[in-house]
C-alpha cells in the first residue's frame, strides 16, 4: 500500500513534511519520504492519493476502560449489571474508538486478556490494547464499588464492581500485584488517592499508602511492570511519586512540591481532561458525587496548566468510560486549552504515550520499521486541533497495516467524483 502526496506529521514533534510518501508492506512501514524520491517499483501496489491532507500517526489514548458503556448508563444504573456484561459492551466501544482514530490503549481497569487475544485473533476488531486488568486499592476506597448492604470480597457484582482487587497491606499488594501480572497485566494500575465515584471516600483522602505503593512498584519493577497511580489531590500524587510510580493519572490539584517531583524522577502525567472538564449531571451522579466533582474543579485548570508550563511529560489519556467512548481526540484540544502547543499535544498522543507505554520502538510515531499505525485525515491539526474529537474528520485509520477504516468507502454508489 502507498500513500502519496501527503502532508506528514510523524508524532516526534518534527515539523509537518509536504508532498510525502509512506509505503506499507505487511504490518510495518517500509520507506518514509518525499514523493520525488519515493521507490515506486511495486506496480501492484494499491494507491490512496492523500493530496491536502495530514497523515498522522495512529493516536495512543492511555487511560480507557473499555469495559465500563458510559454514556449509556449512570453509574448506579451499572452497578446493577450482570459482571460480564461489560465484555460485550466492549465489543462496539473498541470499534467506536478505533474509528476515532485510536490504534493502541492502555485499559486501567476493566479489560483482561480475553479481549487482547480475541483482538489478535481477528475474533473482534479493536486497537492493540496494554491491560491492567483490576486497579490495587484499599476496602473502602477508590476501586471498592460493594455495595453497603452486602457483597463479599471477590464477588463481582458489575463491570464496575469488576476492576478492583481489594489492597490492604504489604503483603497484599505483593500477592495482588503478582496476581495481575499472573493474569497477563503488563501495568499495575494503583489507587492513590480516593475518587469521584467511590461511596465511601473523596479525592482527598488517601488510597494506598507509600509502604504498599512502593512493595507494588519493586515488585512490578522486577518483572518490567510499570505502576500506573490514580492521584487527585496534591499529597497522594506526592505519595505516588515517592514511592515510584511510573505515570500520575488525573493529577487534578497537582502542586509545585508534586511538579518538582515528576519533574525529577521524569515520570508522566496523564491529566484525563476529558473526564475532569465534565460538568457533574446531578440527573446521572449520585449526590455526593457531584459534590467532590464541582470541588475537585475549582483547581483543575490552574494546577494542570501549571504543571504543562513547568513542562512536566504529557501523555494523553481520557478516562474514557467515565467519559464517552469514541471520542478520544477531545483531548488535544483540551490539552492546547490547559496551555499546551498543538504540536506538543500530537506527540502527547503518540511518540509521548507510547514511552509511557514503553512501546516506542514499534508504535508512536511514523518512521521505517514501526508498525503501520496511521491516520488520514482533512482536518490540518495545526490550525485546527479541536476538529479531530470528531470521528467524521478521521477519514482513515491503518491498524497494524490494515485498513479498518475508511469513510470513502461509505460513501453511496454514485456519489462523488
Ligand atoms: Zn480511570
Known amino acids: 500500500m502507498v500513500i502519496e502526496h501527503v502532508t506528514l506529521i510523524d508524532g516526534t514533534g518534527a515539523a509537518p513534511a509536504q508532498m510525502h510518501t509512506v509505503i506499507l508492506r505487511g504490518r510495518k512501514i517500509q520507506w518514509v519520504g518525499p514523493d520525488a524520491e519515493a521507490p515506486l517499483t511495486d506496480t501492484e501496489a494499491g494507491r490512496i492519493d ?24 449512570s453509574g448506579t444504573a451499572m452497578l446493577h449489571l450482570p459482571p460480564r456484561y461489560g465484555y460485550y459492551a466492549a465489543i462496539p466501544l473498541l470499534r467506536a474508538t478505533l474509528d476515532a482514530g485510536v490504534t493502541t490503549v492502555r485499559d486501567l481497569g476493566g479489560i483482561d486478556m480475553a479481549t487482547e487475544v480475541a483482538i489478535e485473533r481477528g475474533l473482534i476488531e479493536g486497537p492493540e490494547i496494554i491491560f491492567a486488568y483490576r486497579a490495587l ?44 501480572m499472573r493474569l497477563g497485566g503488563k501495568v499495575i494500575k494503583v489507587m492513590a488517592s480516593g475518587g469521584v465515584w467511590s461511596p465511601r471516600d473523596t479525592p482527598w483522602h488517601d488510597g494506598l499508602n507509600i509502604a504498599e505503593m512502593r512493595a507494588i512498584v519493586e515488585e512490578a519493577g522486577s518483572h518490567g511492570v510499570p505502576v500506573a497511580a490514580h492521584a487527585q489531590s496534591a499529597r497522594s500524587i506526592s505519595n505516588a511519586l515517592v514511592a515510584g510510580v511510573r505515570s500520575i493519572e488525573h493529577g487534578y490539584e497537582i502542586d509545585d512540591q508534586a511538579i518538582e517531583l515528576m519533574l525529577a524522577k521524569d515520570s508522566f502525567l496523564v491529566p484525563t481532561l476529558s473526564t475532569g472538564t465534565i460538568p457533574p449531571d446531578p440527573a446521572r451522579a449520585a449526590s455526593y458525587a457531584v459534590e467532590k466533582k464541582l470541588r475537585l474543579q475549582e483547581k483543575l485548570h490552574g ?37 499546551m502547543s498543538p504540536m506538543d499535544a500530537l506527540v ?30 482533512n482536518v490540518d491539526p495545526l490550525n485546527s486541533i479541536h476538529a479531530l474529537a470528531d470521528p467524521k474528520n478521521i477519514d482513515i485509520v491503518f491498524a497494524k497495516g490494515r485498513m479498518v477504516k475508511d469513510i470513502r468507502a461509505s460513501v453511496p454508489a454514485g456519489v462523488g467524483a
Not at 50 to 73: E, K, N, T, Y
Not at 304 to 322: C, E, F, H, P, Q
Not at 348 to 377: C, F, H, M
Open 50 to 73: 492523500g493530496r491536502g491532507q495530514f497523515l498522522l500517526p495512529g493516536f495512543i489514548d492511555s487511560h480507557v476502560h473499555l469495559a465500563m458503556p458510559a454514556g449509556q448508563l
Open 137 to 180: 486499592g484499599p476496602t473502602g476506597g477508590h476501586g471498592d464499588f460493594r455495595t453497603c448492604c452486602g457483597f463479599n470480597q471477590g464477588e463481582a457484582i458489575s463491570p464496575n464492581g469488576d476492576i478492583g482487587f481489594l489492597t490492604d497491606g504489604v503483603d497484599e499488594a505483593l500477592r495482588n500485584t503478582r496476581e495481575v
Open 303 to 339: 494546577c494542570v496548566s501549571k504543571a504543562i508550563s513547568a513542562g512536566v511529560k504529557v501523555a494523553l489519556g481520557t478516562d474514557a468510560g467515565v467519559c464517552e467512548h469514541g471520542t478520544n481526540l477531545a483531548e488535544l484540544g483540551h490539552l492546547v486549552d490547559f496551555g
Open 348 to 377: 502527547a498522543g503518540t511518540l509521548n504515550a507510547a514511552k509511557l507505554l514503553q512501546l516506542e520502538d514499534r508504535v508512536g510515531s511514523i518512521e521505517l520499521g514501526k508498525d503501520a499505525d496511521l491516520v488520514l485525515t
